[in-house]
């Protein structure tokens, strides 16, 4: 699976969008781009996941430039739930071998402030 | 249950001591994933089963690591004599299918090894 960077952290006001790029400059044209985070003392939560179309659902929307080589979530009005830590993770979507797992960096750890 | 459980939630092991995790994953889930996090850390993939069959082994760091899942439903991740490395939250996810878009996990085991 292709590498995800990621900035460390970023800081958002409450009320606000906040925006999370992550580069996959290595990406395959079978690999999808997926989106989890992780609140304090949680397990990761599913947020969203995209191919190359631009996604939204009820937690966040996802852009991915037409290249493919990055992209951004966005959580259009950031609440103090949503400080933690955000992982961006490109993955090929089929039924066999390896592929099942999760490849997981750093992510960013998003603090939103009142 | 309506999520992923993990039991204990925290466990305190002295060095040398074997270790029993336990995982009930979703009713219905095929597949069940173990990661480890260290601190500050991304998850890292242990093993995979798909039913009862252990597809993928290959993130055990080693032979004193052992996970089973003996009728597809619950599963239990075993650590024998236990080292202070081995300090960690150990997370399981379950998904419908092994290519499932959507892995659930649960809220994790913290090890602490003394």
């Known amino acids: 699976d292709a590498k995800t960077t990621q900035p460390p952290s970023m800081d958002c006001a409450e009320g606000r969008a906040a925006n999370l790029p992550c580069n996959h400059s290595?990406?395959?044209?079978?690999?999808?781009v997926y989106w989890y985070r992780q609140i304090h003392s949680q397990g990761p939560q599913y947020i969203i996941h995209?191919?190359?179309?631009?996604e939204t659902n009820e937690m966040a929307s996802l852009i991915i430039t037409e290249d493919r080589k990055s992209s951004t979530l966005i959580l259009p009005h950031a609440t103090l739930r949503d400080t933690a830590v955000y992982y961006c993770?490109?993955?090929?979507?089929?039924?066999?071998?390896?592929?099942?797992?999760?490849?997981w960096g750093l992510g960013t750890s998003l603090a939103v402030n009142p | 249950g309506a999520g992923v459980s993990q039991s204990p939630r925290y466990k305190v092991a002295k060095r040398g001591q074997d270790v029993a995790l336990r995982c009930d994953p979703i009713?219905?889930?095929?597949?069940l994933f173990w990661y480890q996090q260290a601190l500050g850390q991304g998850p890292e993939f242990l093993t995979y089963?798909?039913?009862?069959?252990?597809?993928?082994k290959s993130g055990l760091p080693s032979d004193r690591f052992f996970a089973e899942r003996p009728e597809g439903s619950v599963s239990t991740l075993k650590i024998q004599r236990t080292q202070q490395e081995d300090s960690a939250v150990y997370l399981c996810?379950?998904?419908?299918?092994?290519?499932?878009?959507?892995?659930?996990f649960g809220q994790g085991t913290r090890l602490t090894v003394v």
């Open positions: 996810a379950s998904s419908r299918r092994g290519g499932s878009t959507e892995a659930f």
């Open positions: 009713s219905g889930h095929v597949s």
């Open positions: 089963f798909q039913n009862e069959a252990q597809l993928d």
């Open positions: 290595t990406i395959s044209g079978n690999e999808y």
């Open positions: 995209g191919l190359k179309n631009n």
């Open positions: 993770i490109v993955r090929v979507l089929k039924n066999a071998g390896n592929n099942r797992k999760l490849i």
